[in-house]
DNA sequence: TTTCTAACA
DNA sequence: TGTTAGGA
């Protein structure tokens, strides 16, 4: 498919694909006209690098991630930088969870004080 | 209309 | 990344 299909179906900008691309990210052939063309698994790429941004990893780690997605191989400097990731990734699970927290607190009591009508407690 | 490269607010 | 220029 060509790089306008890709964005409609993704929902990326044609112009941040072509980042990816420039980033390493992604590799479409060009056909006889000079245009990309990617393959239709190129749709999960995109979502799973779109994540993988979203998550905070830089272009480079997930370059040298993406092409060990599937099978196992990976050096040993790349294992111990995706474990990093994974730990910082947790700390964020950590503080979201917490913050989550603190809404519901004050999504219940707002609720209460509806229900009775009277007015929240000051914390 | 869509896509391409290159470069700049 | 958005946007813009100028060509295919």
Redesign the pocket.
């Known amino acids: 498919m ?6 409609a179906l993704t929902g ?9 691309e ?1 980033q390493g990210l992604l590799d ?1 052939w ?1 056909g006889p ?4 063309q990617y393959p239709q698994d190129a749709v999960d790429r995109v979502r799973l690098i ?1 994540r993988l ?1 979203a998550a905070g990893l830089s272009s480079r780690t997930i370059r040298e991630l993406l092409p060990r997605a599937a099978n196992g191989e990976a050096t040993p400097e790349l294992l111990e930088r995706l474990s990093a990731e994974r730990r910082r990734l947790d700390g964020q699970i950590g503080d979201l969870v917490h913050a989550r927290g603190e809404l519901d607190e004050v999504i219940t009591l707002a609720t209460e004080s509806r229900r009775t009508g009277r007015p929240c407690p000051r914390p």
């Open positions: 060509r790089i306008g299909e890709l964005a990326v900008s044609v112009r941040a694909l072509r980042y990816y420039e479409p060009r006209n000079g245009r990309r779109r941004y």
